[in-house]
């Protein structure tokens, strides 16, 4: 029997609830993982809220996370028993133990610590197909990140601005709008005060951003297509204020003929291959020191109701970790 956290149901917070539950031994093809640290996301509130539907109850929710082997199924040859290894979107991280499919796993490098691992697996990944995928940006590219203080956005501006791309960062408050500077923003808009669309274009001189990466969803979708270029894509890859409304196609005419995509990284790590991919990238551009992981909070597996309202309430910044 191990430690974990159960929903019996959907709602807020307050469906949180401490269980054993027994792991098991690992079958063919299964690793049984004794996990060290836990990634915290919004998709963790998204299928806690039910916005995501889950197929079952009880069930445990949390899709990214880091640790040791502790045994190995039939037919594992790529990890073996004492293995440090992290891993993206997976579901049932909150849990101190769990059996996971050793294909969705990725060992760590010498250099990067399981907190670090289960904190960047998810965020940077989907940094990666956003940037060299999703919309490949090229030097010189104007690019809009949204949250860009958050941990997904704090390495959108590092990579893209790796990669050549002026980042514009999108914030709340100009406390985070300093730390979209500090993670390589040329330049921040604040939402609470500027109007997005006008400020990206003046920015830009009236042309528009190159691309819009988009985790707010509902609330600034008129905004992100305003703030395009001609030919410009939205990346619509979060729904932090609820998911996009039906829109007919027509309008994206007018507005400079653009393109509209809501990717996934369930897609973009559907195969050994593209998941190994996606890792190695991550992995390269943190151990060069390019990236850097900032992970500012950290919470007890049985605080993760409190860690959830701070992620609801945007009282969090870069990367958080919980330690089961």
Same mark, same amino acid.
């Given at each position: 029997? *191990?430690?974990?956290?159960?929903?019996?149901?959907? &709602?807020?917070?307050?469906?949180?609830?401490?269980?054993?539950?027994? +792991?098991? !031994?690992?079958?063919?093809?299964?690793?049984?993982?004794?996990?060290?640290?836990?990634?915290?996301?919004?998709?963790?509130?998204?299928?806690?809220?039910?916005?995501?539907?889950? !197929?079952?109850?009880?069930?445990?929710?949390? /899709?990214?996370?880091?640790?040791?082997?502790?045994?190995?199924?039939?037919? +594992?040859?790529?990890?073996?028993? &004492? %293995?440090?290894? #992290? $891993?993206?979107?997976?579901?049932?991280?909150?849990?101190?133990?769990?059996?996971?499919? @050793?294909?969705?796993?990725?060992?760590?490098? %010498?250099?990067?610590?399981?907190?670090?691992? #289960?904190? /960047?697996?998810?965020?940077?990944?989907?940094?990666?197909?956003?940037?060299?995928?999703? $919309?490949?940006?090229?030097?010189?590219?104007?690019?809009?990140?949204?949250?860009?203080?958050?941990?997904?956005?704090?390495?959108?501006?590092?990579?893209?601005?790796?990669?050549?791309?002026?980042?514009?960062?999108?914030?709340?408050?100009? #406390?985070?709008?300093?730390?979209?500077?500090?993670?390589?923003?040329?330049?921040?808009?604040?939402? =609470?005060?500027?109007?997005?669309?006008?400020?990206?274009?003046?920015?830009?001189?009236?042309?528009?951003?190159?691309?819009? $990466?988009?985790?707010?969803?509902?609330?600034?979708?008129?905004?992100?297509? @305003?703030?395009?270029?001609?030919?410009?894509?939205?990346?619509?890859?979060?729904?932090? =204020?609820?998911?996009?409304?039906?829109?007919?196609?027509?309008?994206?005419?007018?507005?400079?003929?653009?393109?509209?995509?809501?990717?996934?990284?369930?897609?973009?790590?559907? !195969?050994?291959?593209?998941?190994?991919?996606?890792?190695?990238?991550?992995?390269?551009?943190? *151990?060069?020191?390019?990236?850097?992981?900032?992970?500012?909070?950290? $919470?007890?597996?049985? @605080?993760?109701?409190?860690?959830?309202?701070?992620?609801?309430?945007?009282?969090?910044?870069?990367?958080?970790?919980?330690?089961?």
């Amino acid at each position: 029997m *191990t430690k974990a956290i159960i929903i019996k149901q959907t &709602g807020g917070p307050e469906v949180f609830q401490s269980a054993e539950v027994n +792991v098991g !031994n690992p079958g063919p093809g299964e690793i049984k993982l004794k996990q060290t640290a836990v990634g915290l996301n919004f998709i963790d509130v998204y299928l806690r809220t039910g916005l995501y539907p889950l !197929n079952d109850f009880p069930e445990i929710i949390g /899709m990214e996370g880091a640790g040791v082997v502790s045994a190995v199924g039939e037919g +594992v040859t790529a990890v073996k028993e &004492g %293995d440090r290894v #992290a $891993y993206p979107m997976v579901k049932g991280a909150y849990t101190q133990e769990r059996l996971i499919p @050793d294909w969705k796993v990725a060992k760590l490098p %010498d250099a990067i610590s399981d907190e670090t691992g #289960a904190a /960047m697996m998810l965020k940077g990944m989907t940094a990666h197909y956003l940037l060299h995928r999703t $919309y490949k940006v090229q030097p010189g590219d104007p690019i809009l990140v949204y949250a860009a203080a958050g941990g997904v956005g704090q390495i959108l501006c590092q990579w893209g601005k790796e990669m050549g791309a002026v980042v514009i960062g999108c914030v709340g408050s100009e #406390a985070k709008a300093e730390l979209a500077k500090a993670a390589g923003a040329a330049h921040t808009i604040n939402y =609470s005060t500027e109007n997005i669309a006008e400020k990206a274009r003046e920015l830009t001189g009236g042309e528009g951003v190159a691309v819009a $990466y988009d985790s707010i969803g509902k609330a600034t979708f008129e905004a992100s297509l @305003d703030s395009l270029r001609p030919f410009g894509t939205y990346v619509t890859y979060g729904n932090a =204020s609820g998911p996009v409304d039906p829109f007919s196609p027509a309008i994206l005419g007018p507005k400079g003929s653009l393109y509209v995509t809501r990717p996934t990284l369930a897609t973009h790590t559907r !195969n050994p291959e593209i998941l190994a991919e996606g890792a190695n990238a991550l992995f390269d551009v943190v *151990t060069s020191g390019k990236v850097k992981i900032n992970i500012i909070q950290k $919470y007890e597996l049985t @605080d993760v109701a409190q860690a959830h309202r701070d992620l609801e309430d945007r009282k969090t910044t870069g990367s958080t970790v919980l330690i089961p």
